[in-house]
């Protein structure tokens, strides 16, 4: 829609005090480190300041002070040999296995660029959003409604494709009826009961900076369905999902993980973080005196979140130490939009480092990064790639000419969207066998 002379002023006028508040230090002289870099990335007008962004796949448009910090490593394996979900060996992978990053004054994180093929990425985000969005794996979404058990998305594509209409008796997701349950309004159960209530809702992932772990004893609350909740299409529902939970299950209100409360997990993405942290073993940086000795055959997969974040939202800083073994690293995988990834220090106090991540790009936390805080203030619009779109096969950039009518709906969703993957180790592994 074209801005009216009269908008068009007023966002001006808006932009210019924006502006002017940013370059203003003691517009935010109370303000933490980490908090500042996170405002900057957040703020549309003025847009971010960007210059101190490590790029990987874009070296030589790093300033001198990012080339300086950044470090290539060696990765131990392949992980294409190790595990075929990261897609096929083609020749100008067997120049580029190996490759890895880390940074200088962030000890323990490694930065593994793009090691899926194309069309392994868009087999990965099929798997997210039709194969481990649905039950047994719970979601933001089912605090509030009755999800269905195929899955929502089998529901968006029947839709897409005009099989389900407004008139069918399942195209609407029922809501969940209010009942309080409990003297002071919130169900209230403990472990062991084994009629558990649903994953909890909030709004964005809490920061995590008191020390509870995954065996901590407590009765936990479960927050009731909202009354104010619309009802709306699937194709509009999808769009409202925001995390999955994979493995032990998660109460994000106590930062614990429910014990008596462990699906399955998914083989795929256990076989693309084991072989990722097979992979990061030995690797770190002599002058600074870390290495991540962490061996990859103790690694198990046992918890991972899938978070789906649309192109306005954001994670705010937070620490992940729920898990009883913080030394087994953590696996993050980004698909779709690229974002901007701060990683700061055990604190807020500490300037965090700000990462461009793309599609396929491997975030691995070891050591004394798994205690930093670290968050995604900014998913930058229009990046996404060309092998992800909804009609891939006519993008100059890929080979690939030929048409895939079952993607063309994924590429419809990502192509609004960002997906990110992790995976964490809970138990050690004597305990989580």
């Not at 300086?68 to 040999?81: A, F, M, N, Q, W």
């Not at 032990?248 to 614990?256: E, F, L, M, R």
Request: hydrophobic share 35%; net charge negative; charged share 25%.
């Amino acid at each position: 829609m074209q801005l009216t002379k009269r908008q068009q002023k007023l966002r001006a006028l808006e932009s210019s005090r924006n502006s002017a508040k940013k370059s203003n230090p003691t517009s935010y002289v109370n303000q933490a480190p980490f908090r500042y870099a996170e405002r900057n990335f957040k703020s549309r007008s003025p847009p971010p300041d960007m210059t101190e962004v490590f790029d990987f796949a874009n070296m030589d448009g790093n300033a001198d002070v990012i080339k300086k910090r950044i470090v290539e490593v060696k990765l131990k394996s392949d992980l294409r040999g190790l595990c075929s979900l990261f897609g096929d060996s083609e020749e100008t992978w067997r120049d580029q296995w190996d490759r890895a990053y880390v940074i200088k004054g962030v000890p323990g994180l490694v930065v593994i660029p793009n090691p899926f093929s194309p069309p392994a990425q868009r087999h990965l985000v099929r798997r997210c959003l039709r194969v481990h969005a649905r039950h047994p794996n719970l979601s933001n979404l089912d605090t509030h409604y009755n999800m269905p058990l195929q899955g929502l998305w089998e529901l968006v594509e029947r839709e897409w494709r005009g099989n389900l209409k407004e008139s069918d008796k399942d195209y609407f997701v029922s809501l969940k009826n209010i009942d309080t349950g409990g003297e002071n309004g919130d169900s209230v159960y403990d472990e062991e009961e084994k009629d558990y209530p649903r994953q909890p809702d909030i709004s964005s992932s809490p920061s995590l900076n008191d020390s509870q772990h995954a065996t901590t004893p407590t009765l936990k609350l479960d927050p009731l369905p909202s009354p104010t909740v619309p009802v709306l299409s699937p194709r509009q529902l999808i769009r409202k999902l925001r995390w999955i939970t994979l493995g032990y299950q998660y109460h994000w209100a106590t930062k614990t993980y429910h014990l008596n409360r462990r699906v399955a997990f998914p083989e795929d993405v256990g076989d693309i973080a084991t072989a990722v942290v097979k992979a990061v073993e030995g690797v770190g940086l002599d002058e600074e005196g870390w290495r991540n000795d962490y061996a990859g055959d103790d690694f198990r997969p046992q918890a991972g979140v899938i978070n789906y974040y649309q192109l306005r939202d954001a994670l705010m800083g937070h620490v992940d130490q729920s898990e009883l073994n913080m030394q087994a690293p953590l696996v993050s995988v980004s698909l779709g939009h690229d974002c901007i990834y701060l990683m700061g220090g055990p604190t807020r106090d500490t300037k965090p480092v700000a990462l461009r991540l793309r599609s396929g790009d491997i975030v691995v936390m070891t050591g004394e990064s798994r205690t930093c805080f670290h968050g995604v203030p900014r998913i930058l619009e229009n990046t996404l790639p060309g092998h992800l779109a909804p009609e891939y096969w006519t993008h100059a950039e890929t080979s690939e000419q030929v048409p895939d009518d079952d993607w063309r709906i994924f590429g419809e969703y990502i192509s609004e969207a960002r997906i990110n993957l992790n995976v964490r180790q809970v138990f050690d592994r004597e305990v989580g066998m």
